[in-house]
């Protein structure tokens, strides 16, 4: 099995970037930081030569959410108020101005100046995690959390067309180097349209892609759903064509399967939102049926999601007392305590946790809080530290909608992880790590007293990497496209 990880994109967290994703990011609902969907899978690390990505369109979330409430708003003052009057004076007049006198060519609409006004206004807060979202890319954030992604839905990697070349360097598509498909998303129009794992792309609509880089390939494979998209084929030297039509589909959150001849449950968690949570509560009711005492939870790649979800999940391994602390602007402090009846709390039940750099916000929740209260060891790399909280207002009249910094989160011991992130208790690096191996996974397996084992390849991931007009440059990202 590869190493799970993924890059972060400098739209998002700026650190360097990844290859574009096309699908759509995760929603969130309640207030602990944006970061992106996925929400969303975790990517497959492989050599330095090898690029993975995401087909599917993500449009533009922040998937970094420890949290994420989102809401309607419809303007509490129809107009300006009276003692705002005189403030609000030159803002009125340039909008008239450009209205009635503005002669350049094309001149924007009214709706298209009030977008750039509150755009304006949430530029001034120099705050990444802060940003205002035009209506279908508000729309795509939303899809994301929600545990859906828009697009066609698979995994690509950018390899060496011999693969002996162990020495070749891919960065652009040609030259001995090809853009293949590792694998459909389960569910997703690529599966359904009979995409198989080892299918190479070599041209978009009848564009051959040679000379292209991935970012500017998976550019022409995103598009509004809806739309079809042929892709051009290689499959063991047959020429095909492919017609897909972009649409929504549910991603897949969690992976379940044992390991150690079923003495060890493998539990893979894309993104923090109730379908995840969902997923995930079924998949340990499964390890904990089967009396597997022994679990890996692997958060690597794990973008965040919702406060409450990320609640739910550390409560299954701890009993009570404190999950974490959030913190309002004005400094209040609420603790928010662990669910009763946790499915593996149960002391017996050993546990770590596999973590890397976009190991992010509600992910970092979970693992904080396993970590702080001594229930499990985490293994792996430091976590990408976002500790703050988004709240989403979608605003009225088709105008999309608004992330917007109300709060921070910390750990059950009162550490807030903003830039810093949390420190594995194990450090062990995946980087240089070949295709087909994971030590982080092996680690873990050591750890638990198990020998490391030939694992299958990680599902494909889902979670969309944010596109590089549409969020904030604060944001983590896999590298899905």
């Known amino acids: 099995m590869s190493p799970k990880s993924s890059t972060p994109n400098p739209e998002w967290s700026g650190e360097s970037a990844t290859p574009a994703e096309v699908e759509t990011a995760p929603t969130l609902r309640e207030p602990a930081d944006t970061a992106g969907a996925s929400g969303g899978r975790h990517q497959v690390v492989a050599p330095s030569r090898f690029s993975l990505i995401l087909v599917a369109i993500v449009a533009g979330s922040a998937l970094f959410m420890g949290g994420f409430t989102l809401g309607a708003h419809v303007a509490t003052t129809p107009g300006t108020p009276a003692d705002e009057e005189a403030r609000f004076g030159p803002f009125w007049d340039v909008y008239s101005l450009i209205q009635s006198k503005y002669a350049g060519s094309p001149r924007p609409s009214q709706d ?31 899809l994301n959390v929600g545990g ?3 697009g066609i839905g698979v995994v690509i990697q950018l390899q060496p067309v011999d693969p002996n070349a162990s020495s070749t360097s891919c960065t652009k598509i040609g030259g001995g180097c090809e853009l293949a498909i590792s694998a459909p998303v389960p569910g997703s ?4 349209a009979g995409i198989q794992p080892g299918d190479v792309i070599v041209s978009v609509d009848g564009k051959p892609l040679d000379g292209m880089t991935v970012d500017q390939a998976t550019a022409l494979i995103k598009g509004p759903r809806g739309t079809p998209v042929a892709l051009g084929i290689d499959r063991n030297g ?13 991603r897949p959150e969690v992976v379940y399967r044992s390991l150690a001849n079923g003495a060890v449950a493998y539990i893979d968690i894309s993104g923090v939102n109730d379908p995840a949570w969902e997923q995930f509560h079924d998949a340990l009711a499964k ?18 999601g919702y406060v409450q979800d990320a609640v739910h999940m550390a409560s299954q391994f701890i009993g009570s007392g404190t999950i974490i602390y959030q913190q309002n602007a004005s400094g209040t402090q609420q603790e928010i305590t662990a669910d009763p009846n946790g499915l593996a709390i149960d002391p017996s039940v050993h546990l770590v946790v596999l973590v890397d750099g976009n190991t992010a916000s509600a992910a970092e929740i979970v693992a904080g809080a396993l970590q702080a209260r001594g229930r499990a060891e985490l293994i792996g790399s430091k976590t990408y530290g976002k500790g703050v909280v988004q709240e989403g207002l979608q605003l009225a009249n088709n105008f999309g909608g608004i992330h917007l910094t109300v709060g921070r989160w910390l750990t059950p011991d009162k550490v807030w992880i903003q830039g810093k992130g949390l420190q594995p208790d194990i450090a062990v690096s995946s980087d240089g790590a070949r295709a087909g191996t994971d030590p982080v996974l092996d ?8 020998a490391p084992e030939a694992t299958p390849p990680a599902a494909p991931s889902a979670t969309a990497a944010p596109s590089a007009t549409a969020a904030p440059s604060a944001v983590p990202s896999p590298s899905p496209s």
Do not use: C, H, T
């Open 148 to 150: 859906q992604a828009q």
């Open 238 to 250: 047959a020429s095909i064509q492919v017609k897909i039509v972009r649409n929504v589909y549910d």
């Open 112 to 142: 298209q100046l009030v977008q750039a006004a509150i755009n304006g206004m949430m530029q001034s807060l120099n705050d990444p995690w802060s940003y205002y979202q035009g209506p279908a890319d508000f729309e795509n954030a939303l």
């Open 287 to 304: 390890a904990v049926a089967a009396g597997q005492k022994n679990i890996v939870l692997d958060l690597r790649g794990n973008l965040g």
């Open 189 to 192: 129009p690529a599966e359904a």
């Open 443 to 450: 680690a873990a397996l050591k750890q638990l007293g198990f």
